[in-house]
């Protein structure tokens, strides 16, 4: 991340020079076009781009492994085994108190079924009462003799005789009922709660091993999207990507002649001036793109202030020689 900063700041002052140099005059609009949109700053961005995506792929792939290591810790074998001891300790309670309910479970409906037919001649008999009641209390109304009545009140002592065994029967029958029933609630409540104990059991075991299985394919994930963007990283930073070709001029165009030192004359010993000021003006351009050529053939996208500032002194040099020359031949 250090070296993307640098190289965006070498840019930014690449610019800010080659603006100077422009308003001064030194170095063509043509350099700095060149430079801008020169293919090489499209590879160093792609090689930017390309390092940010793999630096962040590493980071997700770090924290995937950290996330992994927490899983792995928390579905350690010995925790995974002590929660199995867990289950295996409480099964055999389980067992037994699921035997204990189902056989005082068997027998309540046959239970039930004494403590109806109880309910049934209990009842039978209180209304045999109510009948004979009602006909002593007819007979009465009516006039009947005393020997009718005494009969009739006979028949209510028998059936009242009656009703106390069903009734005594009923109560037993009752009792053992819910007695019968009091005991195996008691044992399944214990089976429920055994039952309870081991499913939290299991389901504690198996979340554990949930959570380090999605760990591990989330990691491998992570894994498999770093190595992809560590190949699309050296991919775009191999050299046959990021080394610039030479610039060749087109075909067509006509290169201009290197500037040469004037030779002294042989007669006079004098330095010979060129032959116009255009002739002046060929040589500056041609050591300006020169240089500004060489800076760009370098490979390095972004050319320092110093380098730049070369680039200006140089100008300005071949400029004052020029002039002086001129002023020579006059």
């Keep these: 991340m250090n070296d993307i900063l640098a190289r965006r700041a070498r840019r930014a002052t690449m610019g800010i020079a080659l603006s100077v140099a422009l308003a001064a005059g030194i170095v063509p609009a043509t350099a700095i076009a060149a430079e801008t949109s020169s293919p090489v700053d499209a590879v160093a961005l792609q ?5 940010a995506e793999k630096e962040k792929a590493y980071a997700a792939m770090q924290e995937a492994l950290k996330n992994l290591e927490a899983a792995k810790a ?5 925790i995974i085994a002590k929660i199995d ?6 099964q ?4 037994k108190y699921s035997a204990e309910a189902a056989k005082w479970r068997e027998p309540l409906p046959a239970m039930q079924a004494n403590v109806d037919a109880a309910q049934a001649k209990y009842d039978e008999a209180n209304n045999r009462v109510s009948e004979v009641k009602t006909k002593y209390e007819k007979a009465r109304s009516d006039g009947a003799s005393y020997e009718a009545l005494s009969q ?8 009242q005789a009656e009703v106390e065994p069903w009734e ?4 037993h029958r009752r009792s053992e009922l819910e007695r019968q029933e009091e005991r195996f609630k008691r044992y399944e409540t214990e089976a429920k709660g055994m039952k309870a104990k081991i499913d939290e059991a299991k389901a504690k075991r198996d979340a554990l091993l949930g959570d380090l299985e999605k760990a591990q394919a989330a990691y491998d994930d992570a894994c498999k999207a770093y190595e992809e963007a560590k190949a699309a990283a050296d991919k775009a930073t191999s050299p046959e990507i990021t080394q610039p070709t030479e610039t060749t001029p087109p075909s067509g165009s006509t290169q201009p002649a290197e500037t040469t030192q004037p030779a002294s004359s042989p007669a006079t010993g004098k330095d010979t001036a060129p032959s116009s000021s255009k002739q002046a003006n060929t040589g500056n351009g041609k050591q300006a ?3 500004a050529g060489k800076l760009a053939n370098t ?6 202030a110093i380098a730049l500032a070369g680039i200006a002194v140089a100008g300005l040099g071949i400029t004052a020689t020029a002039t002086r020359r001129l002023k020579n031949s006059k």
């Design 47 to 51: 090689t930017e781009d390309a390092a």
């Design 74 to 78: 928390a579905a350690s074998p010995e």
């Design 85 to 90: 001891d867990n289950i295996a300790f409480l």
């Design 92 to 95: 055999p309670f389980y067992d």
């Design 152 to 159: 009739l009140r006979r028949e209510i002592s028998m059936a």
């Design 168 to 171: 005594i029967e009923l109560r």
């Design 289 to 291: 793109n020169t240089t």
């Design 299 to 304: 490979g390095d996208t972004t050319p320092s």
